[in-house]
């Protein structure tokens, strides 16, 4: 199963909560050693560690809508996207 890390950022300082979720996200980089990635705004800080089972090749998260306004990290199967 992927791993997610996540808070709410109580200080909009891009830089160290950066710093912040990288450092949580590598505590749990036996939940998905082979892809991470990470969100941080002034609102909310989520990184995502996936292990890779089904798509090799996609499956890059958190995900964003086409303007930005929101994001989503997700862990699970959907049946039938072909």
């Known amino acids: 199963m992927c791993g997610f890390v ?3 950022n109580e200080e ?3 830089i160290e909560n950066n710093k912040v979720i990288r450092d949580m996200a590598d505590k749990i980089v036996h ?3 082979d892809m991470d990635d990470y969100y941080v705004d002034g ?3 989520l990184g995502f560690r ?3 089972i089904i798509d090799l090749d996609g499956g890059s998260q958190p995900i964003t809508n086409e ?3 929101k994001v989503l990290v ?5 049946y039938n996207f072909q």
């Open 6 to 8: 996540g808070f709410l």
């Open 12 to 14: 909009p300082n891009d």
């Open 31 to 33: 939940r998905g050693p």
């Open 43 to 45: 609102d909310v800080s």
């Open 50 to 52: 996936r292990l890779s």
């Open 67 to 69: 303007d930005g306004t």
């Open 74 to 78: 997700f862990n699970g199967e959907i």
